[in-house]
């Protein structure tokens, strides 16, 4: 029996380098029950760059086999992400494509005594499967088993009244090998396959022969797998079927925010996000929004790589941010933004000379290119950079202490204007004409009469908590994750014209960029900025 056994895995390996020409071939496996975040992205680098420096190639296969979750929409987004992380795929399918071929197997596992329709309910069966017990279907005849098991097919019987199990081992040490359930009764129409079956096969079942019949060489799958490559591989033996090599490899998870579905679903079910494209969300779309682009996100996926080191493994959010900056630093033209104004009026704004102040688009490389900020009478500097009483360790605009308006003149406190009830109204200030001295502050800047009002969204991480738990994970979401500043002003030459996904440092402060909510009403019609990341890593916890 071995020797016939090994005869047949040849003659199968045979046929398999015939269809391949002897190509690598993976395949990325998404199941469309929701949208691609930055776990999948670490998936895709691995299946298609395993493949292409390989000389081989990459299916997108979406794994829908249970219609109730899935949808057009969550297909149509897959595709959109994996075109716009620059993955091509060699073909796209669906394992719905295979059902009839995955229904004529299953006849052919029953003929085989591998497969039987079992009436146990689904407590009855997970109970079997604890106390290690037979159904007491088990042994059904495989006449009885195909007559039944097209009955279901036709739909004679109610979701849950039957399903296929597998008939493998009820007392196998590995949980998943004692008879899995192959097929389950869904009257529920598919996205893909419309609404022909109502049959649908289960991942366990389906996954191996997908794999199998697209001749995948290596199956790459997430550690939470590793127990099932047992019944993976006894599937396609029972059936005479080519056997893909099965690799696991750690699942990414991310400090201070959540990769499963199941919780971001939630996020965005109960309102606490705008929606899965929230900037705020590890998806993809999310972090496009954000302003992420996809050689930040692919270079990150190279940089962490693939392990087995574990699945509860935690890779930095600041490895992420860090690609971000690095990136952006040579992309993002320097600008100004101001997000919390405070007015200034320079009361000997006559006797200032230079008006038009030239400044670096890349302060590194004065050679591509210059903007003039054009200085008024009245600018606005940032909150943050005015103290009406002197600090020790502030550098701002104080009574003591004058300030630089960077690339401009140096201004000097006069008075502060208040308000009836104590609040500053503007700032009186005196530019120091041909002032030599040594100063500590360069700040940051917008002339009035040259500005735009703009809203600026700092965003900063979703949870409070680095290690996010399992377990009353909601009470660790950061309730600061979205600070808006709705006051903010910006350079109208910045503004005028500026599209979405367009980027900036503004200097001093982060690197922000244009979101399609600019202009809408509900933004009071201004340009609305996401903070896309800050300068520095934060050091706070
Ligand atoms: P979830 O448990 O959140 O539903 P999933 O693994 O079921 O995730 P799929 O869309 O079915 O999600 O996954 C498609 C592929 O991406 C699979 O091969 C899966 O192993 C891989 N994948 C999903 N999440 C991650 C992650 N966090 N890190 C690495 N790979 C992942
Ligand atoms: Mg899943
Ligand atoms: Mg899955």
Same mark, same amino acid.
């Given at each position: 029996?071995?020797?016939?056994?090994?005869?047949?895995?040849?003659?199968?390996?045979?046929?398999?380098?015939?269809?391949?020409?002897?190509?690598?071939?993976?395949?990325?496996?998404?199941?469309?029950?929701?949208?691609?975040?930055?776990?999948?992205?670490?998936?895709?680098?691995?299946?298609?760059?395993?493949?292409?420096?390989?000389?081989?190639?990459?299916?997108?296969?979406?794994?829908?086999?249970?219609?109730?979750?899935?949808?057009?929409?969550?297909?149509?987004?897959?595709?959109?992400?994996?075109?716009?992380?620059?993955?091509?795929?060699?073909?796209?399918?669906?394992?719905?494509?295979?059902?009839?071929?995955?229904?004529?197997?299953?006849?052919?596992?029953?003929?085989?005594?591998?497969?039987?329709?079992?009436?146990?309910?689904?407590?009855?069966?997970?109970?079997?499967?604890?106390?290690?017990?037979?159904?007491?279907?088990?042994?059904?005849?495989?006449?009885?088993?195909?007559?039944?098991?097209?009955?279901?097919?036709?739909?004679?019987?109610?979701?849950?009244?039957?399903?296929?199990?597998?008939?493998?081992?009820?007392?196998?040490?590995?949980?998943?090998?004692?008879?899995?359930?192959?097929?389950?009764?869904?009257?529920?129409?598919?996205?893909?396959?419309?609404?022909?079956?109502?049959?649908?096969?289960?991942?366990? +079942?389906?996954?191996?022969?997908?794999?199998?019949?697209?001749?995948?060489?290596?199956?790459?799958?997430?550690?939470?797998?590793?127990?099932?490559?047992?019944?993976?591989?006894?599937?396609?033996?029972?059936?005479?079927?080519?056997?893909?090599?099965?690799?696991? +490899?750690?699942?990414?998870?991310?400090?201070?925010?959540?990769?499963?579905?199941?919780?971001?679903?939630?996020?965005?079910?109960?309102?606490?996000?705008?929606?899965?494209?929230?900037?705020?969300?590890?998806?993809?779309?999310?972090?496009?929004?954000?302003? +992420?682009?996809?050689?930040?996100?692919?270079?990150?996926?190279?940089?962490?790589?693939?392990?087995?080191?574990?699945?509860?493994?935690?890779?930095?959010?600041?490895?992420?941010?860090?690609?971000?900056?690095?990136?952006?630093?040579?992309?993002?033209?320097?600008?100004?933004?101001?997000?919390?104004?405070?007015?200034?009026?320079?009361?000997?704004?006559?006797?200032?000379?230079?008006?038009?102040?030239?400044?670096?688009?890349?302060?590194?490389?004065?050679?591509?290119?210059?903007?003039?900020?054009?200085?008024?009478?009245?600018?606005?500097?940032?909150?943050?950079?005015?103290?009406?009483?002197?600090?020790?360790?502030?550098?701002?605009?104080?009574?003591?202490?004058?300030?630089?308006?960077?690339?401009?003149?140096?201004?000097?406190?006069?008075?502060?204007?208040?308000?009836?009830?104590?609040?500053?109204?503007?700032?009186?200030?005196?530019?120091?004409?041909?002032?030599?001295?040594?100063?500590?502050?360069?700040?940051?800047?917008?002339?009035?009469?040259?500005?735009?009002?703009?809203?600026?969204?700092?965003?900063?991480?979703?949870?409070?908590?680095?290690?996010?738990?399992?377990?009353?994970?909601?009470?660790?979401?950061?309730?600061?994750?979205?600070?808006?500043?709705?006051?903010?002003?910006?350079?109208?030459?910045?503004?005028?014209?500026?599209?979405?996904?367009?980027?900036?440092?503004?200097?001093?402060?982060?690197?922000?960029?244009?979101?399609?909510?600019?202009?809408?009403?509900?933004?009071?019609?201004?340009?609305?900025?996401?903070?896309?990341?800050?300068?520095?890593?934060?050091?706070?916890?």
């Amino acid at each position: 029996r071995d020797i016939e056994a090994a005869r047949n895995s040849e003659e199968l390996l045979k046929k398999h380098r015939e269809a391949t020409g002897g190509k690598i071939l993976t395949r990325f496996p998404p199941e469309p029950n929701g949208y691609l975040h930055i776990g999948h992205a670490k998936a895709m680098r691995f299946n298609f760059t395993f493949a292409k420096e390989r000389g081989g190639t990459t299916y997108l296969r979406y794994d829908d086999t249970n219609p109730v979750k899935e949808n057009q929409e969550f297909i149509d987004n897959i595709r959109n992400c994996v075109d716009w992380l620059g993955y091509k795929p060699f073909k796209v399918t669906y394992a719905s494509d295979y059902f009839q071929d995955l229904y004529d197997l299953a006849c052919e596992l029953i003929r085989r005594g591998k497969a039987y329709v079992c009436h146990s309910s689904k407590v009855e069966i997970a109970e079997q499967r604890s106390k290690m017990i037979n159904s007491p279907f088990r042994d059904r005849s495989v006449e009885e088993n195909l007559r039944l098991f097209e009955q279901m097919k036709q739909g004679r019987f109610a979701e849950n009244e039957c399903c296929l199990r597998v008939k493998i081992d009820m007392t196998h040490v590995n949980p998943n090998m004692r008879d899995f359930v192959a097929y389950r009764i869904r009257y529920v129409p598919h996205p893909h396959a419309g609404s022909k079956w109502c049959i649908y096969p289960t991942y366990d +079942y389906t996954h191996c022969i997908n794999d199998s019949l697209e001749n995948i060489t290596h199956s790459l799958c997430t550690l939470e797998f590793e127990n099932r490559r047992e019944s993976y591989y006894w599937l396609l033996g029972a059936l005479d079927l080519y056997k893909p090599m099965v690799w696991e +490899y750690s699942r990414l998870n991310l400090t201070y925010t959540v990769l499963s579905k199941r919780k971001l679903e939630k996020l965005v079910g109960e309102g606490l996000v705008s929606g899965w494209e929230d900037p705020r969300m590890p998806t993809i779309l999310g972090l496009k929004r954000r302003g +992420y682009t996809p050689t930040m996100i692919n270079n990150f996926a190279a940089e962490i790589g693939v392990s087995r080191n574990g699945n509860d493994n935690i890779t930095s959010i600041n490895v992420l941010e860090n690609y971000a900056r690095k990136e952006l630093d040579v992309t993002a033209s320097r600008t100004f933004g101001v997000q919390e104004p405070v007015l200034l009026e320079i009361v000997n704004f006559d006797e200032v000379k230079v008006r038009e102040i030239k400044a670096p688009l890349f302060p590194a490389d004065p050679s591509r290119g210059e903007q003039t900020y054009t200085l008024s009478s009245r600018v606005f500097i940032d909150a943050d950079d005015f103290s009406s009483e002197h600090k020790k360790g502030f550098f701002g605009l104080t009574p003591e202490q004058p300030v630089c308006l960077k690339y401009g003149p140096v201004v000097q406190l006069q008075d502060i204007v208040k308000s009836a009830d104590g609040k500053v109204e503007k700032v009186r200030v005196k530019v120091l004409l041909d002032f030599k001295e040594k100063l500590k502050g360069y700040i940051h800047w917008v002339s009035e009469e040259h500005s735009t009002d703009a809203v600026v969204r700092l965003y900063n991480h979703m949870f409070t908590i680095e290690a996010v738990p399992n377990d009353e994970w909601e009470k660790y979401i950061n309730p600061q994750s979205l600070v808006m500043k709705a006051n903010a002003k910006v350079w109208r030459h910045v503004a005028d014209g500026a599209k979405e996904f367009d980027r900036y440092q503004f200097e001093r402060l982060a690197f922000f960029c244009v979101d399609r909510d600019s202009g809408k009403e509900e933004f009071g019609g201004k340009i609305v900025f996401n903070r896309i990341v800050e300068l520095k890593e934060s050091k706070e916890k």
